[in-house]
């Protein structure tokens, strides 16, 4: 009940504040936008998909107009998965970091609950927060492409627990940079820097750190980074795998699922061990 | 029962990254306080006492000994369903209203329901607070957020509350509603745990005190034990006393301090006191009253410091 009430107060907390109203915001003019570019229109040599007016791709049988608009969905989908990177972890990055400040975690703590406790209903409430926001454009992006396109295939709301997933594996490095720095702005910029720089060094390691050297011990190692650390871009494939009906690679989901555990664990670990 | 007792406590502050050195906040402490009273810790800056608290509702972890809270080891969050705790310089969060403050740690204290929302209510009533129910806490003075920092504090009922000075920040009409709180508190049977600075507050509601100074425990007693000082006594005497008999009394005793308000004596022993009794009867002094010297928690306070510091 504890974790319910935390959920309900990060809710709350996230609500108020103007980067998940923006994200909103974002989420709507794209599907206003998508709503009013997105047409098909009808002739002899098939169905064409239309997108401002312009030919998506050619006249394709009536059958075969769910697969194009699955690709543009793919597509939609790709740039909500880096929307949600950028957005949902500066929207979301402050949380632990807010709990943790002194007068604000004397109030928790002296409460009846385990420090686990008060992380996993931190996390699960900024977690929460980012699905509803990523449930939101997908059931609006598949409204739309519904009525606009007759194409009511539900890969594309069922690829919402896909992004959720990644989400949540990414919010537990989030949470874990969160509790060692108890810092928003170095949470952001560790996140970041994992993000954009060490995590596409690590995903080509073969072009980049193998090449400092042979030795195998090294290269364990370099190998252990990489799957320590959440697969986000075998997700993302996974995602517009998913929503094109073809099969998934289950392998991602393991290593950012035991990833995920992993920073968890080590963010109440240190939260258990920590003086405040 | 006690309310609280710990045994040996001790908590040392490691030096972090490139911090040299280390701090020895509390250094064996061995404490109990019974149930219904109210226990003040006093201190100066930097003597230990937040982290005592912090320590006895698992904020921070003692580096040796151990401690009970309602017969409980302090480690069980169970324990802490019946504790109240007001942290000094707490920040609720500001996009909450009081009521929803006080609904939401009421909640995660264990509270819910009907039997929350009335107890709300007279809470806010209690503190002051009625009409400030439904504003977000952002836009409270610093002494409306101690007056729901005291209601958040008891929201759950607790048997025992900590307070960190509770009245920081609160006007002087304030200041005296709080002191009929804890009084009323105390009365229903609560064990309220004061840390404050504002001696005289500490002077006027509690029934035991202890003071601390870095990190040891220097004493602990009632308000009267603490301010008795049992070698000096107070002589009321009606009258003149010419210079000769002030030097002769004066070489009677260790010191001595004559005014017109009365006689103030240091002796070594009851036969000193009696002999400058003796000696004033002699010179037909009329002596009015005799007593033990008391100061006020203040003056002990600073005395007992004093004597802690190295010359």
């Known amino acids: 009940m504890n974790i319910l009430v935390l959920i309900r107060l990060t809710l ?63 597509g939609l989908a790709g740039g909500l998965f880096t929307g949600i990177i950028l957005f949902g972890v500066f929207a979301t990055a402050g949380v632990i970091p807010d709990m943790l400040e002194r007068g604000t975690v004397d109030l928790y703590l002296s ?10 209903g931190k996390y699960t409430g900024a977690v929460t927060a980012i699905a509803i926001n ?34 949540a594996a990414l919010y537990a490095l989030v949470v874990f940079f969160a509790t060692w720095t108890r810092s928003t702005a170095a949470t952001i910029i560790l996140t970041y820097l994992y993000l954009f720089i060490l995590g596409g060094i690590l ?74 | 029962m006690p309310a609280l007792q710990c045994e040996h406590l001790s908590k040392v502050y490691r030096g972090g990254f490139r911090k040299k050195g280390e701090v020895q906040a509390l250094q064996d402490l061995s404490l109990a306080v019974e149930t219904g009273q109210i226990f003040s810790l006093l201190g100066p800056n930097g003597a230990g006492k937040t982290t005592f608290v912090k320590i006895l509702l698992s904020i921070t972890h003692p580096t040796s000994g151990r401690a009970f809270v309602l017969d409980r080891p302090i480690t069980e969050p169970r324990v802490r369903r019946k504790v109240g705790y007001l942290p000094e310089n707490h920040r609720f969060p500001g996009y909450l209203t009081g009521q929803q403050v006080l609904t939401s740690f009421g909640s995660l204290s264990g509270v ?22 439904d504003v977000k806490v952002r836009k409270y003075s610093k002494g409306m957020m101690q007056r729901l920092g005291l209601a958040q504090a008891l929201v759950n009922d607790p048997a025992i509350v900590f307070l960190d000075e509770p009245t920081d920040g609160v006007d002087p009409v304030g200041r005296k509603e709080i002191r009929d709180v ?106 009015t009253s005799v007593g033990q010297q008391r100061n006020t928690l203040e003056e002990s306070f600073i005395s007992l410091i004093k004597r802690e510091i190295p010359e």
């Open chain 1, 203 to 276: 995903q080509n390691r073969e072009f980049s750190l193998y090449l400092i050297s042979e030795n195998t011990i090294y290269r364990t190692i370099v190998d252990g980074f990489y799957y320590l650390f959440p697969q986000i871009s075998a997700m993302q494939e996974n995602a517009a795998k998913q929503i094109m009906g073809l099969e998934m690679d289950w392998k991602p989901f393991l290593q950012s699922f035991l990833s995920g555990s992993v920073f968890l664990l080590a963010a109440a670990v240190i939260l258990k061990r920590r003086d405040f």
């Open chain 2, 112 to 133: 819910r329901g009907p039997a929350l929302r009335s107890h709300i209510d007279s809470l806010l009533t209690l503190v002051g607070m009625q009409e400030w129910r």
């Open chain 2, 182 to 287: 804890l009084r009323n508190l105390r009365n229903e049977g609560k064990t309220i745990f004061l840390n404050s600075h504002l001696l005289s507050e500490v002077e006027l509601v509690s029934d035991r005190v202890a003071i601390l100074d870095k990190g040891k425990l220097l004493k602990v007693g009632t308000v009267q034990e603490l301010t008795t000082t049992e070698e000096s006594y107070h002589i009321g005497y009606e009258g003149s006393i010419p210079e000769a008999l002030r030097t002769e009394a004066a070489a009677r005793v260790l010191d001595i301090v004559i005014s017109s308000e009365g006689i103030v004596a240091r002796v070594s022993d009851a036969a000193s006191l009696n002999a400058l009794i003796d000696l004033l009867r002699k010179h037909k002094v009329l002596i």
């Open chain 1, 111 to 120: 409460k009846p609950i385990s420090r686990w406790q008060l992380l996993l």
């Open chain 1, 134 to 167: 990523i449930l939101y454009f997908l059931a609006g992006a598949w409204l739309v492409f519904g009525l606009k396109c007759g194409v009511w295939e539900p890969t594309l709301l069922t690829s919402s627990l896909t992004m959720i997933f990644m989400f």
């Open chain 1, 12 to 74: 709350r907390e996230l609500s108020s504040k103007a980067t998940m109203y923006i994200l909103a915001g974002i989420s709507t003019v794209v599907l206003l936008g998508v709503a009013l570019a997105v047409s098909v229109t009808s002739s002899a040599d098939g169905e064409t998909l239309m997108l401002f007016g312009q030919q998506v791709s050619p006249p394709v049988p009536a059958a075969d107009l769910a697969r194009v608009v699955q690709q543009m969905q793919a």
